[in-house]
């Protein structure tokens, strides 16, 4: 069982107070908060090792070239990956959808040809395609989930006609929480010789991923989530769409040769990856996927699959809360209103005058909020460090604020007015 006391002293910034209260930080699933482990290992390659990777000749780019690289093979074993060839370096998932969408996509889609997508996609998986939509004249073809925000592998199937070129779908959604079964939906398209690109943002946060057992073409995960640094990331490609796609950046390290009249390309990932990369965050990303492992995925699941029944218990008691899409089978996060209470802004001011960091609004995620007849919500969500202790503070603080709302009076985040 995951020791959360241990591991919250592996976290500094848990330690500080917010508005004279002791943090509670509650908003994960938009930036996870950073162990010591990454922090050490951005401060000793920026104070000891570091320069710019590939080709040099010297001792310190030798030692960061390494440290860089190696976090391919660390990457690949998180999700399960046959090689280390298949892991493309990208600054999160979004850079790594629009990757697919311009590299493998854009060549194949003419007009007509069909995208189809969920209603419970983020905007980063929403966006690139509308772009094909707009240049290219592709079909968005959209699959809602059901009341309780799940989508149904048959109803995407379903969807698929002789003109569907992708199916895009999240693993699970950032606003309903519900986990996608994105290994039935790949077995049905691959049955149908349709590709499937997941985006892995929250999925992979939550649960072990294996790529190889779900069967995706494309697997995209961003490093802020998972307890590393800003600005890093991957795109899974399986070997043989890599050798499918167009290069999408040009520049120095994604090519073979350069002479006045031709280009000649890397091989993958290499081709992806122009100009000097975001070295140091990719390492830390590397230490933080490694911390992961120590830990364990299994314990890390097991630790918030209890947040997420407490908090349904807590949340569940208060009078007029209204949780987003249903109970069974969510993540550990929650997209909440109030009948009578503060508005989710108003609310998230409250909460946060009491120390408590949570977010509010639509979560950059609009057709799935207006599906469930919304514009913005509250959403708490939780890590590997969050304790039940600070899941009945929200409740306390969420109830309270109610009163005052009721009584007239209006929280902000200096007090009441």
Known sequence: MLDVTAVRKDFPILSREVNGHPLAYLDTASSAQKPGAVIDAVTRAYTEEYANVHRGLHTLSAIATERYESVRGVIARFIGASSEEEIVFTGGATEGINLVAHSWAAPRLRLGDEIILSTMEHHANIVPWHFLRERQGAVLKWVPCDAEGWLDPQAVMDAVTPRTRLIAVTHMSNVVGTLTDVAAICRGARERGVPVLVDGAQGAVHAPVDVEEIGCDFYALTGHKLYGPSASGALYIRADRAREMRPWKGGGDM????????????????????????????????????????????????HETRLRDHAADRLGRLEGLRIIGGLRGRGPLFAFTLERGPA??????????????????????????????????????????????????????????????????????????
Do not use: H, K
Not at 284 to 293: D, E, I
Not at 399 to 411: H, I, P, V
């Open 344 to 417: 989710p802004a108003a609310l998230a001011l409250a909460l946060d005058a009491a120390g408590i960091a949570v977010r509010s609004g639509s979560f950059c995620s609009r057709p799935v909020n207006r599906q469930f007849g919304i514009e913005a919500s509250c959403r708490a969500s939780f890590g590997l460090y969050t304790a039940t202790s600070e899941i009945d503070r929200l409740a306390e603080v969420i109830a309270e604020s109610c009163e005052d709302f009721r009584q007239g009076r209006t929280a902000i985040a200096g007090g009441l007015m």
């Open 255 to 302: 090519i073979r040769d350069v002479t006045l009249e031709e280009v000649s390309y890397a091989a993958p990932p290499l081709r992806f990856e122009a100009g000097t990369p975001a070295i140091v965050p990719q390492i830390g990303f590397g230490a933080a996927l490694g911390y992961l492992m120590d830990i364990g995925m299994e314990a890390i699941r097991a």
